[in-house]
T-cell receptor, first 116, second 114 residues
Framework: AQKITQTQPGMFVQEKEAVTLDCTYDTSDPSYGLFWYKQPSSGEMIFLIY??????QNATEGRYSLNFQKARKSANLVISASQLGDSAMYFC?????????????FGKGTKLSVIP | DAGVIQSPRHEVTEMGQEVTLRCKPI?????LFWYRQTMMQGLELLVYFNNKAVMDDSGMPKDRFSAKMPNASFSTLKIQPSEPRDSAVYFC????????????FGSGTRLTVV
């Protein structure tokens, strides 16, 4: 079974500062993918970034980067230069990438508030 | 591409009534997922399809929920009879899983059962 843990229910960050959202995971699968989604107050789920378990380098997408530490089973999201529009819920998720179940398992989320 | 389209956006119904949620996945995506989001449980997978076939419905209360995908461009999630505890946001998502792609979610249906 797969499990995602996000230990920060809520976080505050000053505008233009960087912020790290924590995510740890547990799986016995050798091949898996890790995802981050953003859910603004409007409710939609927006895909941000992906990291494969065999990827050698940390994923980056614009202001988002994923700090992947495989041995520690962590996949923290780093948002650089925070903007007011970054205020939202952020979900970490994972799924197998080999044969088998393709469901995404989600963490409980972290609510990020960006302060002007 | 219009993305994953869900309807209705909002639904308010009385306990005991039948509710049908609809989803049109992205063309070419061969996986379709139904998730439910509540404050208490977070995002839970109810059921998912691969090429219209149910692959896993272990998260779906089968006494009142049913999911169908009659063709590659349409899926329904039906609740009969509805109960107040079914109040939640229901998301449909689709994916093309060759390669490492995330899912594309629809805007969700906010269901309130009174």
């Amino acid at each position: 079974a797969q499990k995602i843990t996000q230990t920060q229910p809520g976080m505050f960050v000053q505008e233009k500062e960087a912020v790290t959202l924590d995510c740890t995971y547990d799986t016995s699968d050798p091949s898996y993918g890790l995802f981050w989604y953003k859910q603004p107050s409007s409710g939609e789920m927006i895909f941000l970034i992906y990291q494969g378990s065999y990827d050698q380098q940390n994923a980056t997408e614009g202001r988002y980067s994923l700090n992947f530490q495989k041995a520690r089973k962590s996949a923290n999201l780093v948002i650089s230069a925070s903007q007011l529009g970054d205020s939202a819920m952020y979900f970490c998720a994972m799924r197998r990438t080999g044969a088998g179940s393709y469901q995404l398992t989600f963490g409980k989320g972290t609510k990020l508030s960006v302060i002007p | 591409d219009a993305g994953v389209i869900q309807s209705p956006r909002h639904e308010v119904t009385e306990m005991g009534q039948e509710v049908t949620l609809r989803c049109k996945p992205i063309s070419g995506h061969d996986y379709l997922f139904w998730y439910r989001q509540t404050m208490m449980q977070g995002l839970e997978l109810l059921v998912y399809f691969n090429n219209k076939a149910v692959m896993d419905d272990s998260g779906m209360p089968k006494d009142r929920f049913s999911a169908k995908m009659p063709n590659a461009s349409f899926s329904t999630l039906k609740i009969q009879p509805s109960e107040p505890r079914d109040s939640a946001v229901y998301f449909c998502a689709s994916s093309y899983l060759r390669g490492n792609y995330g899912y594309t979610f629809g805007s969700g249906t906010r269901l309130t059962v009174v």
